[in-house]
């Protein structure tokens, strides 16, 4: 899938009608890498539920103004799956699918229609090598990954948003419950992935601008 690029123009998020972000201006281009900085309750995590279109079963979160992915308006996408596709995210802490280690990186495959199961072997141990987690699990594909240490979960869910190849990737604080080397490790990698945009919200100014030569600071509101 090639880059997409991100714009939001007076975008504004609510949830149960406090105002969490907005209204905002923002363009980001297709391939670029950008930090989000900026405290708790600035707006990060909103910006990225805005997004994924969380408001579309959320009944808690609104979300008003222009967003485009990739050209398109987010809000006239009607079929929310074929959105997501398009959009990978990883969170702070992991959110495991039922199933194996295997099941949950080849979930997004499986889903796009990948049936080959060598082409599905293949996506699942690069993006777990991307993930820095593969020597770990390679020989434990077939087990839960709740036997797991949270911060090889945590590699594993950075894994699984990999397999599906997005246009657009967010991570939203993605290495809290990693050590420094590997956070590091990761970050490298993450930054060569070819035909990916990619936006990291964090609280920690030295990784933001260490992360991407763009950084935006939010304000609640308000970016600069």
Known sequence: MNAL??????LEVRWRGRLVLGPLQLAIDAGERVSLHGSSGSGKSGLFQAIVRRDAYD?????????????????????????????GMVTAFPTMLPGTVYDNVAFAPRMAG?????AVD????????????WEDV?????????RFSAGQ??????????????GLLLLDQPFTLLDTVTAQTLESALQQLPDT???MATPDERRASRFAARVVELHGGSHA
Not at 114 to 118: A, F, G, I, N, P
């Open 114 to 118: 990948l049936r080959d199961r060598s």
């Open 59 to 87: 009944r808690d979160l609104r979300v008003t103004g222009r967003l485009s992915i990739g050209g398109q308006s987010a809000f006239a996408e009607r079929r929310l799956d074929r959105h997501r596709r398009r959009v």
């Open 197 to 199: 945009t990619i936006i």
């Open 153 to 166: 979960q945590q590699r594993i869910t950075i894994a699984r948003a990999l397999a599906q190849q997005p």
């Open 122 to 133: 293949a996506r699942v141990e690069a993006a777990l090598r991307t993930a820095a987690v």
């Open 138 to 146: 390679k020989d434990r594909l077939s087990e839960p990954p709740t």
């Open 5 to 10: 690029s991100v714009d939001c123009s007076a």
